[in-house]
């Protein structure tokens, strides 16, 4: 009676189980779970299991590639981002083309004062 519907068996494969690290199980709640082999160095708990887990879940196929950073210019420069928001993806140094001159507030606090005092000989007139 296991192909009725609501049978909550899960087929195994024999070749995969036995090769791989591992296999997907489910715990007594019937959340998904990891089940790692019997093998000794997967089940260690110091940090030697711990590199041999993360090193037979790792594909070989894959690779990590570095990407050159020239001498002058060690981050690519990302103005566009200023204005779009962060993307993880498309990280880059930020930088504005031209910047603002910055103010002198001396000379603008002798501005406004001066403001004032021709405001105050206007009321008065």
């Given at each position: ?65 570095e ?15 200023l ?20 103010k ?22």
């Open positions: 009676m296991a192909g009725k519907p609501g049978d909550k068996t899960t087929p195994t494969i024999p070749d995969e189980a036995s090769t791989g690290p591992g296999h997907l199980g489910t715990d007594d709640r019937g959340n998904v779970t990891w089940e790692w082999a019997d093998k000794a160095e997967l089940q260690a708990d110091d940090t030697l299991g711990g590199a041999e887990r993360v090193r037979a879940l790792v594909d070989p196929r894959l690779d990590v590639l990407e050159d950073a020239s001498a002058d210019n060690p981050t690519a420069v990302n103005p566009k981002r204005k779009t928001g962060y993307n993880p993806y498309n990280s880059g140094a930020l930088g504005k083309q031209t910047w603002k001159k910055k002198n507030l001396q000379e603008l606090s002798k501005w406004i004062e001066l403001r004032k005092k021709m405001a105050d000989k206007k009321g008065d007139e």
